[in-house]
């Protein structure tokens, strides 16, 4: 029920081209769905975050889709950059029970090819 | 910009000795975590602390752990017998509050190395 289940492991990708992760989740609870970034040796960075009261948050390149029925949200990363190449982490939360205790993925490693 | 800070970067101990890791929460923060992330693995929740308190610890959290905010600005992780599955990164965060700051914010990690 805490659990949140990410795909693909890992993924690589052109320059230019879309990078696309995908995560689902069991508990209804959640009500807070973070993604962060993490870069090797480094803490994860928050990059962009939405609730379920949309379905579909834009951010620069970056845009999250959340399909509130199927319980799924995804990253959508567009003109992916060799910059982007990281660790990327899906959360969620339920900030009325769990002080925002996150809940993360197992991670995507991208791979952005020049 | 303000960021979370974490001490040391890397610690290498023996097999049970105590470890302490620090963290500086950022200033205005009230709310303070530590997580975890074994090599290769994802990020777990610790433990959540509030108004000098424990409000939320996992399965994780048994009792050779324990956190402390000993003065303003400091917040400790103490392991105090290590074991040879307590080698991981630890992840100290921290946010301003539930209501409108949901954000937790990072530190850089400390990595853990247990022998």
């Known amino acids: 029920q805490q659990q949140v289940k990410q795909s693909p492991q890992s993924l690589i990708v052109q320059k230019g081209g879309i990078s696309i992760i995908n995560c689902a989740y069991e508990?209804?609870?959640?009500?807070?769905f973070p993604w962060y970034q993490q870069f090797p040796g480094k803490g994860p960075a928050l990059l962009i975050a939405?609730?379920?009261?949309?379905s579909e948050k834009k951010e620069g390149r970056f845009t999250i889709s959340f399909n509130k029925s199927a319980k799924q949200f995804s990253l959508h990363i567009m003109d992916s950059q060799p910059g982007d190449s990281a660790t990327y982490f899906c959360?969620?939360?339920?900030?009325?029970?769990?002080?925002?205790?996150?809940?993360f993925g197992t991670g995507t490693r991208l791979l952005v090819s020049p | 910009e303000p960021e979370v800070t974490q001490t040391p970067s890397h610690q290498v101990t023996q097999m049970g000795q105590e470890v302490i890791l620090r963290c500086v929460p950022i200033s205005n923060h009230l709310y303070f975590y530590w997580y975890r992330q074994i090599l290769g693995q994802k990020v777990e929740f610790l433990v959540s602390?509030?108004?000098?308190?424990?409000?939320?610890k996992s399965e994780i959290f048994d009792d050779q752990f324990s956190v402390e905010r000993p003065d303003g600005s400091n917040f400790t992780l103490k392991i105090r017998s290590t074991k040879l599955e307590d080698s991981a990164m630890y992840f100290c965060?921290?946010?301003?509050?539930?209501?409108?700051?949901?954000?937790?914010?990072f530190g850089p990690g400390t990595r853990l190395l247990v022998l």
């Open positions: 965060a921290s946010s301003a509050d539930l209501a409108g700051g949901e954000t937790q914010y």
């Open positions: 602390f509030y108004n000098n308190e424990i409000s939320e």
């Open positions: 959360a969620a939360s339920n900030p009325n029970t769990g002080f925002q205790k996150l809940v």
């Open positions: 939405i609730r379920p009261d949309v």
């Open positions: 508990n209804t609870a959640f009500d807070y």
